[in-house]
């Protein structure tokens, strides 16, 4: 199971970034994904999810309306879309299949596994 993450990079603030997430030895259509992200000194952070019905989606306090989780069943990936950045959204970015489902598992890093490699997102003002 591999799953790369990519397109993170550094930007000016109230720009916009498409983080991508593609997805090898998993049965993608089965699968539901998350992103986290990571500041520096700081514990992994929820972003966003996919919720377990189809055009569900969870995001973290804050992000929703800027942050959108969308996925393409062909390509077998998971992307984010960042509109808006601010310098706070500056993190390295991962994602992760979704193993455990109910709202009080969502945001918690335990809830996920087979992590990506992360992708450096930096927002300067």
């Known amino acids: 199971v591999q799953l790369q993450a990519s397109g993170g990079g550094l930007v000016q603030v109230g720009e916009s970034l498409r983080l991508s997430c593609a997805v090898a030895?998993?049965?993608?259509?089965?699968?539901?994904y998350g992103w986290f992200r990571q500041r520096l000194g700081q514990e992994r952070e929820f972003v966003a999810a996919?919720?377990?019905?189809?055009?569900?989606?969870h995001y973290g306090d804050s992000l929703k309306g800027r942050f959108t989780i969308s996925r393409d069943n062909a390509k077998t990936t998971v992307y984010l879309q960042m509109n808006g950045l601010k310098p706070e959204d500056t993190a390295i970015y991962y994602c992760?299949?979704?193993?455990?489902?109910?709202?009080?598992?969502?945001?918690?890093?335990?809830?996920?596994?087979?992590w990506g490699q992360g992708t450096l997102v930096t927002v300067s003002s």
């Open positions: 992760a299949v979704r193993l455990r489902f109910g709202s009080d598992k969502m945001a918690s890093p335990r809830s996920y596994g087979y």
């Open positions: 030895g998993r049965t993608f259509g089965n699968d539901r």
């Open positions: 996919e919720g377990w019905s189809s055009g569900i989606s």
